[in-house]
């Protein structure tokens, strides 16, 4: 493997993040309530990471215990993505990012990315301020000036579990602010339509959703013509189960090959 390829794990993590855990989106203007949730802690979800058809490492979702933070209870939500053992060799990745939110899934309260990716070391931390409505963000704790944000704003990594709270045989769209301390944006992600996807031999009814990545930025900034594509089941739970990325160097596919939790 070329080392210039050290690339993919940056194009996974902003997917994974933006889109798995990023933007796949929801309305503002719907509340679930805690009996119509579709996961629950123990929930794992293990992914398989291919760049082209080369398998380079694996992305784990997990839905971990409830905890409270500055007195309030909270869902607390994981990613982690880790090279394999050969790409260590060339370009070693260890990202965990953390995400707590409030239990009706009204705001997020506090995320975390821990980033290990070759020389590349971050420590961001956003806290969410709802008395002031800013978020303050901080890298190994040197801070940058707040934000303002909009009602209802939630972390990257939060929205993928908003996504499996809606109805998307009912909406086109859907529509959320979102921010990563940076800035806060308006995520949208169109239901594009309904089909039939087969991974491992396991055929499974799904949604697909193009996400509006114009506003991510990151390694989709400056690229021409980019597309992420996901697919979430078409039952109850609405599972994510395939992402993919296309830009003119190449494409990875994200596939679900194992779950904890069903």
């Not at 007195?71 to 607390?76: F, I, L």
């Not at 998307?168 to 039939?196: F, M």
């Amino acid at each position: 493997m070329n080392l210039t390829d050290k690339n993919i794990f940056q194009k996974f993590r902003y997917v994974l993040i933006f889109v798995v855990c990023g933007v796949l989106l929801f309305s503002s203007t719907t509340h679930a309530t805690k009996k119509t949730f579709p996961f629950s802690p123990g929930e794992t979800l293990i992914y398989g990471i291919k760049w082209g058809i080369i398998p380079v490492g694996e992305g784990v979702l997990s839905v971990l215990p409830f905890r409270e933070v500055n007195g309030q209870d909270a869902y607390h939500f994981e990613l982690k993505v880790t090279s394999y053992p050969f790409l260590d060799l060339f370009y070693k990745v260890r990202d965990t990012i953390s995400s707590y939110v409030a239990m009706d899934f009204t705001r997020s309260y506090y995320y975390r990315k821990n980033q290990r990716e070759g020389r590349t070391r971050r420590d961001i931390i956003v806290e969410f301020d709802w008395d002031t409505n800013q978020a303050g963000y901080s890298n190994f704790g040197i801070q940058k000036p707040p934000v303002d944000i909009l009602p209802g704003t939630l972390d990257p990594l939060s929205l993928v579990y908003f996504a499996r709270l809606q109805d998307l045989d009912q909406i086109d769209e859907i529509v959320v602010p979102v921010t990563d301390g940076k800035k806060c944006i308006i995520g949208k992600a169109n239901i594009v339509k309904r089909e039939y996807i087969t991974i491992e031999s396991r055929v499974f009814d799904t949604y697909l959703l193009e996400p509006d990545i114009e506003e991510i930025g990151g390694v989709f900034e400056k690229v021409k013509n980019a597309k992420i594509r996901v697919w979430l089941t078409a039952d109850d739970r609405r599972i994510p189960v395939r992402v993919e990325s296309k830009v003119p160097v190449g494409s990875f596919t994200a596939e679900l090959i194992s779950m904890v939790g069903e």
